[in-house]
């Protein structure tokens, strides 16, 4: 309390932003004591309130260190301040939180273990010695353990154990790490592991963890509960194992993440530089793309890929794990069959990871919010989240205003889901593929928890896919709320970048993906578009190309490429040195052929994901795809380094949208096939040319419009030569450019656009 006769005064303080479950209050606590203020401090649904009474000077420096000396894991987006009678009181304390009012608090995401609690994980004398659930104020789960707002422990799956005598005293200790940390536990009174067989029966063993490190030294397949779902793991060097847990897990070719025990490590099989090193050990600890050293690196956990996914030990289970280093890396991919949900629960698990795990290592600690590992991917502006899930959701996006309570139920592949509150907009953790019925579910499950959490009961208005077809749309449409918004899919993707960058005025969207439905019915995907959230106009398009089979196109792209030359050579093919195509047989061939010209089942899309994968299957990269956008990516790791030039490309039209059309670039590729030219001196040229006809197509629009802001967007920019180099030849000329960094350029984000553009029709 101040001294003598020094002016004294009373100030509420209240805080918004990531303040409960980072330590907040008790930070609060121990620098008011400090500075010998009185008062005290509390939860509630919008943040965090403190009265603080005490020397003005005192006042002054409170207010200045609470935020430049905030918990490592607080987030402060506003503090405001003001006067109000002293009450004389003596002593600081915290205060019971309080439940009531509108539910605006942020929820801090889950973060990696800190380094203290790490260093007690393996001190021999510490009570917490190889605990899997060791944590404190400064780290461990958040989102994946919150039932409701505000953030405490009856809140959270933590509810159900009872603290023991030590963990209360931490618990209750304000000079201590653990002083309010909501999970704290022990092994005497916290959660447990246990390892269980193929039929879930108890493995013995002294302790469950080393058993489990043994059995995947072993060659062994485990499921492992994790922080917010479960894992499927073995041993990376054991291509047995990895080549088994394909087999079991339908996953004939798509790349496996890595888990190393370090950088160091990872740096045995993959060029690690600073940016990503310090992305690999950030608080949310994603999955990040690094370069192989060699094209066989980890053998078949990314076969046909330049780029492993790779991350380091975020819990202490890992770490645990990867004590005395018994393997240098293990496949740690989502336990699920394909693109299905991940699984976050014991029965789950039981049902659908039975045939493909050996063994369980699973824990009692129930995960409440379901959370797939984060994805990054480091190019030339900086790092781009390619999956937006643990560690990232759910902090909101901030808006350049207030709005109704919206809904956006996203796209059909990569779905994410977005909510708006206010002026913040809550992009979803990655739900999955929309055409299983296991992820809608999923997806169901998720809006009504979100919802809850965020206390928004009747949205405003529902946004969804122009797509009539999609689950998505479907679940839109039967949601019980009065105003739909229908939004083009094109639209969504250069609004949800808008509205990450904050920007609101006009500009023009380069916006490329695989599919899209268009404005009249058609399938867009290669779209240059002049907009906001208001709305749009298509200032260019490619020519659409030809899918031969419809969506079997997608999965086999030769038959793109098929529909390509028919187009230029029509019915008599000349001899072309495609393998593909030269052991097809002649009645297949024939079928094709009258699929074609009679248009049975053939479909034209502008989608530029389309072309990458006609010119993947035209020079005999990838013909047919394993998986969704398998072909086009690997295009791009066939990319010759250098620059070896560019083929020739028309622009035509002279009212909107212009077409650009590709024609002469195929003539030319084939040229070179039959002239004996490389597969990657080809797939450079041809992303040198996509580049360069971009640029082309952007001038032309500026020239007519005066734009000079242009905004890169949709699943096509997830390539790196392609997004590095359109966006160096555009700021050569002169513009701005914008690209994704915390929202997914691919479906993933698309809810961000379309939540924004159905909230701006309310306002």
């Not at 008011?32 to 002054?60: K, M, P, Y």
């Not at 489990?212 to 917010?228: N, Q, Y």
């Not at 019980?480 to 960058?501: D, F, I």
């Not at 290669?526 to 749009?536: H, N, P, R, S």
């Amino acid at each position: 309390m101040p001294q003598g006769d020094e002016p004294t005064g009373r100030r509420l303080v209240k805080v918004t932003g990531i303040v409960q479950g980072v330590g907040f209050r008790p930070f609060v606590y121990n620098l008011a004591l400090g500075l010998n203020l009185s008062g005290h401090v509390f939860n509630h649904s919008a943040g965090v309130d403190i009265e603080v009474e005490g020397t003005q000077d005192s006042l002054a420096r409170f207010e200045t260190d609470l935020t430049r000396l905030a918990p490592p894991l607080a987030h402060i987006i506003s503090v405001t301040s003001a006067v109000i009678p002293p009450t004389g009181d003596k002593g600081f304390r915290i205060t019971e939180s309080d439940s009531g009012g509108a539910k605006t608090a942020l929820i801090a995401p889950d973060s990696d273990v800190c380094e203290d609690c790490l260093r007690e994980l393996f001190d021999p004398v510490d009570r917490r010695h190889r605990y899997p659930f060791i944590n404190c104020t400064n780290c461990g789960p958040r989102f994946t353990i919150v039932e409701a707002i505000p953030y405490d422990r009856p809140n959270t799956t933590m509810a159900s154990f009872v603290m023991c005598a030590d963990c209360r005293a931490e618990y209750e200790n304000p000079a201590d790490r653990r002083f309010h940390a909501q999970p704290i536990a022990c092994p005497v009174c916290g959660p447990k592991v246990t390892l269980l067989d193929s039929a879930f029966n108890p493995v013995e063993a002294t302790d469950a963890v080393r058993g489990a490190a043994r059995l995947l030294s072993e060659g062994a397949i485990l499921a492992i509960k994790g922080i917010g779902g479960y894992h499927l793991a073995c041993d990376a060097e054991n291509e047995e194992a990895v080549l088994k847990l394909r087999a079991r897990k339908r996953r004939d070719e798509k790349p496996f993440a890595v888990m190393t025990p370090d950088i160091e490590t990872l740096r045995l099989f993959a060029e690690v530089n600073e940016r990503e090193a310090a992305i690999l050990q950030s608080r949310p600890h994603p999955i990040t793309l690094v370069k192989k050293l060699q094209p066989d690196a980890l053998g078949p956990c990314a076969p046909s890929n330049r780029y492993l996914g790779a991350m380091l030990p975020y819990s202490p289970l890992h770490h645990l794990l990867f004590d005395g280093k018994p393997y240098n890396a293990l496949v740690m991919t989502s336990a699920n069959l394909s693109d299905e949900p991940i699984v976050y629960t014991e029965d789950e698990a039981k049902e659908k990871l039975a045939g493909i795990a050996d063994y369980f290592l699973i824990h009692n600690r129930p995960i409440h919010n379901k959370a797939d590992d984060s994805i990054e991917k480091v190019m030339s502006h900086g790092p781009v989240v390619i999956r937006r899930s643990r560690g990232y959701t759910p902090v909101p996006i901030q808006l350049d205003r207030e709005y109704p309570p919206t809904l956006a139920v996203g796209a059909e592949l990569k779905n994410a889901f977005c909510l708006i509150k206010g002026d913040k907009a809550y992009l979803s953790a990655h739900m999955g593929d929309l055409k299983y019925e296991s992820a809608l579910e999923s997806f169901r499950f998720g809006v009504s928890r979100l919802m809850e959490i965020l206390d928004i009961s009747n949205p405003a208005v529902v946004a969804h896919d122009m797509h009539p077809n999609y689950l998505s749309t479907a679940f839109a449409e039967e949601f019980p709320c009065e105003r739909k918004v229908a939004v083009q899919h094109h639209h969504a993707h250069l609004v949800s970048l808008m509205a990450e960058r904050h920007h609101t005025g006009q500009a023009i969207g380069v916006v490329f993906d695989g599919t899209g439905y268009g404005l009249d019915g058609t399938i867009w995907g290669g779209e240059f578009l002049v907009g906001d959230a208001a709305g749009f106009e298509r200032h260019g398009t490619i020519t659409p190309i030809p899918l031969i089979g419809g969506d079997a196109a997608i999965k086999e792209p030769y038959r793109i490429a098929l529909g390509i030359l028919f187009g230029m050579y029509g019915e008599n093919l000349p001899p072309l040195p495609i393998e593909w195509l030269n052991n097809m047989e002649p009645a297949r061939l024939a079928l094709l052929r009258q699929a074609y010209y009679k248009k049975i089942n053939v479909f034209y899309s502008s989608g530029m994901g389309r072309l990458f994968d006609a010119v993947s299957a035209l020079i005999g990269v990838r013909p047919k795809a394993s998986f969704e956008g398998q072909s086009a990516m690997e295009l791009e790791m066939a990319v010759a380094n250098g620059y070896h030039g560019e083929y020739p490309f028309i622009i035509g039209g002279d009212v909107n949208p212009a077409n650009l059309d590709f024609t002469p670039t195929f003539e030319r590729i084939v040229e070179e096939m039959k002239n004996g030219e490389r597969a990657p001196v080809i797939a450079a040229r041809f992303h040198e040319t996509v580049a360069q006809s971009a640029t082309a197509m952007v001038k032309r629009i500026s020239g007519t419009t005066g734009l000079k802001d242009v905004f890169l967007s949709g699943g096509v920019f997830q390539n790196t030569v392609l997004s590095d180099r359109l966006g160096t030849l555009l700021e050569t000329d002169g513009f701005a450019v914008f690209r994704h960094g915390r929202v997914p350029p691919n479906d993933g984000g698309v809810a961000l656009g379309q939540a924004v553009i159905a909230a701006r029709t309310l306002v």
